[in-house]
């Protein structure tokens, strides 16, 4: 890598360690693989909660040794897997999930094809929606764009960078939200964009060049983020 291009990689990872969520989005995976309570996250509760009902389902998890052969054998020798750490006995949920239930932390690496975004995927802007300035700020061109009921709900895409900014940036989030929050069949589903509330935007004391700077840097994670 080039001097230009080192400069470049240390001003994003320094715009992106000073956010507050960086403990559960650490490099180089960008996720501390862990299960986050929805108290902690904020998000829509109702998939996390359905996985409540697989505690009654649970069995102690087996893994057959490596050494074996295709179809496994009859007598083929099993271990036990180990559960310390992740839950508290082998046929209890993951810390986490319990009592309200949780999701696990997803990770920031190849963003730039994973909109829309969150656990519901509600986090979701159509292409074009948006008109971004030279400094950084934005306006929304396009309100019928917003949100699932402008997006996958009508066959169109979500567009990347426009939805990663709907992640970070408040006053955006809410009226995704409330697009989502207005279509009945969404609603229904529980499909709406909540919750996560780590932003960066004004009210967080960042310059919408700085937003901007660190949604390019989220789109340029991929499986090398070595090389930026």
Known sequence: MGKAGGSFQLFHLIIFQSLRHNPCHVPPFFTDNRIHPLSELGTNSARARSRLALKNLLVPP????LNNSVPV??????????????SDSPTTLPKGFLPDGGYKTLSLRGLYLSAPYLHDGGVA????????????SFTVTDPSGL????TLSVGQSADSASSLRALLDRELRD??????????ALKRDNLD????????DRAA????????????????????????
């Open 62 to 65: 087996k893994l057959y040794t």
């Open 73 to 86: 054998p009859t007598d083929a020798e099993v271990l036990d897997v180990p559960t310390e750490g992740i």
């Open 125 to 136: 802007i159509k292409a074009g929606s948006l008109k971004v300035k030279p400094d950084g």
């Open 147 to 150: 949100g699932l009921a402008g």
């Open 175 to 184: 009226r995704v939200v409330a697009a989502n929050q207005a279509n009945p």
């Open 193 to 200: 964009g909540t919750g996560h509330h780590f932003y960066v």
């Open 205 to 228: 004391g960042f310059t919408p060049a700085q937003q901007t700077d660190l949604i390019n840097f989220l789109l340029a994670l991929d499986d090398d983020p070595g090389q930026i």
